[in-house]
């Protein structure tokens, strides 16, 4: 992977970036999303930042090399500290990254928010998280995706601010996604399969315990049941 070549993953968070965007992409180890988007001029201005020096120094490397320099800038900061008032960010990417650490960086100072920039989050695990925050703090999903690359599952949550009430999820739609759980394409399949099979290991180790565990295994029948009825019911 490069600016000119993104993975599908990235490829697939770069669509969602509107033209002419004003963005700040978090944990930005080589820039290769800002880049990739200013080169196809898509962008207006970028923030590339990244809270460890090495990556930070990568995502300057790729920036000088590119002679993006007028219009992608690297900063070295934790989360959104990275960005200013004067940088006037419309939209935020936060890829790679487990949920609670995205929710933990969106929740840390609200005034980074104040200008209610779109957000494409891509949390690696604990999507449930982000979708809580999301309909806490009066962002509302336009869209979610979901692809498999590389014998990974990703997950690409698309969101806008709107005043007025809330967004109200299901349980059920928290922990799957409301526009995934509806698509049910085959890469959401083929994850929801494998947590049922990974559950049924779970019980199939437990059964040979001298004393079977009643309660927990009842507890995993009833998830796996959950799963299959959301999949095929
Ligand atoms: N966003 C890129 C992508 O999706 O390919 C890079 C993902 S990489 C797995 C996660 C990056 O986030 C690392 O470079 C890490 O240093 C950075 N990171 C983690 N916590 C951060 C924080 N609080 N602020 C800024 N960057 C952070």
Redesign the pocket.
């Known amino acids: 992977m490069d600016a000119h070549n993104l993975s599908q ?2 490829l697939t968070v770069a669509s969602f970036v509107e033209e002419g965007a004003r963005l700040a ?5 080589h820039a ?2 800002p880049a990739y988007l200013a080169l196809n001029g898509k962008l207006s201005y970028a923030v590339a ?4 020096k090495g ?1 930070y120094e990568n995502a300057q490397h790729v920036i000088r090399k590119e002679g993006l320099e007028n219009q992608v800038v690297a900063r070295l ?3 959104l500290a ?1 960005i200013t008032e004067a940088d006037e960010i419309d939209t935020i990417t936060i ?3 487990g949920g609670p ?1 995205i929710v933990d ?1 969106l929740s840390r100072d609200p005034s980074k928010l104040a200008r209610h920039p779109r957000l494409i989050l ?1 949390p690696n695990v604990g999507e449930s998280s982000v979708r809580q925050w999301l309909c806490q703090n009066n962002y509302h999903l336009e869209n979610e995706v979901i692809l498999s690359e590389d014998k990974h599952t990703y997950e690409i949550l698309v969101a806008n601010y709107q005043s007025g009430p809330q967004m109200v999820l299901t349980a059920q739609e928290l922990k799957y996604g409301p526009y995934l759980m509806t698509e049910k394409n085959s890469a959401f399949v083929a994850k929801w399969q494998a947590k049922i099979t990974k559950l049924q290991k779970v019980q199939a180790q437990l059964q040979k315990a001298k004393e079977v565990p009643t309660i927990k295994m009842a507890a995993l029948t009833s998830e796996i049941e959950e799963i299959e009825a959301m999949l095929y019911g």
């Open positions: 993953r990235l992409d978090i944990g930005s180890d290769y999303l930042g990244e809270v460890v990556p900061a934790d989360g990275a890829c790679g990254m650490l960086i891509q």
